[in-house]
């Protein structure tokens, strides 16, 4: 039988500091290392960048406002590092501070629950110049400093925090594809980084319960179930592969505090496993996460992939003509191949609203931790006809996942909220303005000359309906 949501349930959406707040250089904020690679030639669609992006640092109230009228429960946004501490650490820059000091406060106004993430990807510039960033240890000092910093800020008005932004996409597209600063492809690295980021993300956590901060906390993680194509075993075993290398490896981390065992070995065979200083294992099996933040935009499709002449990492498609993605994959594991059962959006992106329900049965069943949705949504061209903006395959796509969460709880699984991405249009990083996920449309173009007009689309008044309802259709 369906179960209702819960009557408190979240009914979210979401932003990230870089996408939407622009003001990139305004009230003592320093640079961050995004501020630095869009403006390098040919690194993002159309050389776009996040100067001015939505302009949401002035237009706060105003958006805040749309969301108060659409009776949105809860807002996920990030703080941008840079306007706490300019240069990484220090003495706090105030007028940065206060910027979120507001928001929170305009939030809390209209009955809006802050969703507040720590990390989403900006790191300030100065400790990439430093020490590397998150190439070095000393990151974690620095960040539990910065997050201190913000639990002292915030205790008793934020309740929901999420330490790390997908650690997993972060760390492979900087160290490994190279497509994200620091633009390498490095997998040893790669390993490193992500195992520092673990130990990064354990720290914070037992700081907020250490301060016994009144809220929950945990990492946000983009997962993408992984299917196989059919029931050849081969397919089957890539399937499972892929599980692990790609979800279990920091799944199992967070929730367990250890790397699934067949591929920390075969990672330590090609001597690229990441170190273990003395203190790792136990940091890691300390620290409990409340909650696990699910980004789920898309199932996954392997196949076997051989060892000789395999596939490996593959192109994304930044063009939005469907059908440029290259075929990637890790030879001898699996290879990613097209599902012939789903559709896919212009990017690609594979449309599976029953895999959010098998994310949350394979993360319930594994994990039994409560689940917050921090992202999901579909980005497609949108098109203003007559001042207003008909999404139905948006309303489509969300009404879908919906009722698929739905199932799920009836499943067994908690889940706290859902937070769409995102809230207003915004900059999608490597994908220009063109890229369009919002509720909320804004006028911006590829030539970042729009007018930042907010125009309310079809989607936004479907989701105020669910809201009111509690998701009962
Ligand atoms: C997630 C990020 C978001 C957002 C989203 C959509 O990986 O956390 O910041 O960008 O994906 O991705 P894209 O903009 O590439 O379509």
């Known amino acids: 039988e369906l179960k209702q949501f819960p009557s408190d349930f979240l009914w979210g959406s979401a932003s990230a500091a870089y996408q939407v707040e622009g003001a990139w250089d305004e009230d003592g904020k320093g ?3 995004w501020d630095n690679y869009v403006r390098i030639p040919g690194k993002t669609f159309k050389d776009t960048n996040g100067d001015v992006a939505v302009d949401h640092y ?17 807002y996920r946004f ?4 840079t306007r706490i501490f300019p240069n990484g650490r220090g003495e706090v820059n105030q007028k940065g501070l206060q910027f979120y000091v507001d928001l929170v406060d305009e939030l809390i106004a209209h009955n809006i629950e802050p969703v507040l993430t720590l990390y989403h990807w900006d790191i300030p510039q100065a400790l990439q110049d430093e020490y ?9 000092a620095d960040f539990n400093n910065y997050a201190k910093t913000l639990f002292e800020t915030f205790r008793g008005k934020v309740k929901y925090w999420v330490s790390l932004n997908e650690q997993n996409i972060f760390t492979a597209h900087g160290w490994l594809m190279g497509i994200h600063p620091p633009d390498k492809k490095e997998p040893k690295l790669f390993y490193e980084v992500n195992h520092i980021a673990n130990l990064v993300n354990a720290t914070v956590i037992n700081t907020f319960h250490e301060m016994k901060m009144d809220g929950k906390i945990g990492p946000s ?13 081969k397919n089957i075993l890539a399937a499972e592969n892929a599980e692990d290398a790609l979800s279990h490896f920091w799944m199992d981390v967070y929730l367990y505090g250890e790397y699934p065992i067949a591929i920390f070995n075969r990672l330590k065979e090609q001597g690229i496993a990441p170190t273990f200083e003395e203190g790792d294992a136990e940091l890691l099996k300390s ?23 395999g596939v490996g990492m593959g192109e994304m498609n930044t063009t939005g003509k469907k059908g440029t993605s290259g075929e990637s994959g890790e030879p001898g594991l699996y290879k990613r191949v097209v599902n012939p059962h789903v559709e896919r959006t212009n990017w690609d992106w594979e449309i599976d609203p029953t895999g959010i329900r098998v994310a949350m049965r394979r993360i319930t069943s594994r994990y039994r931790v409560p689940i917050l949705i921090t992202e999901n949504g579909l980005g497609e061209y949108d098109k203003v006809e007559d001042g207003k903006i008909h999404d139905d395959y948006r309303i489509d796509y969300l009404s879908k996942h919906v009722s698929a969460i739905r199932e799920a709880i009836s499943d067994g699984a908690t889940v706290l909220g859902y937070c769409t991405w995102s809230y207003t249009d915004l900059l999608s990083w490597l994908n220009g303005y063109q890229k369009r996920y919002g509720f909320v449309y804004v006028d911006q173009d590829e030539t970042m000359q729009g007018s930042l007009k907010r125009i309310p689309k079809d989607s936004y008044y479907w989701y105020k309906d669910v809201i009111e309802k509690n998701g009962s259709e």
């Open 31 to 33: 640079v961050s290392v």
């Open 58 to 74: 002035h237009r706060y109230k105003e958006d805040v406002k749309l969301m108060a009228e659409q009776g949105l429960k809860a």
């Open 78 to 81: 990030s703080v941008a590092w």
């Open 132 to 140: 590397g960033g998150w190439e070095s240890r000393k990151i974690i």
């Open 221 to 233: 993680f983009a997962y993408s179930p992984q299917y196989a194509l059919d029931s050849n075993p």
């Open 287 to 309: 620290a409990k996460p409340d909650f696990l933040g699910i980004n789920y935009y898309q199932s996954n499709t392997v196949a076997w992939n051989p060892l000789e002449n």
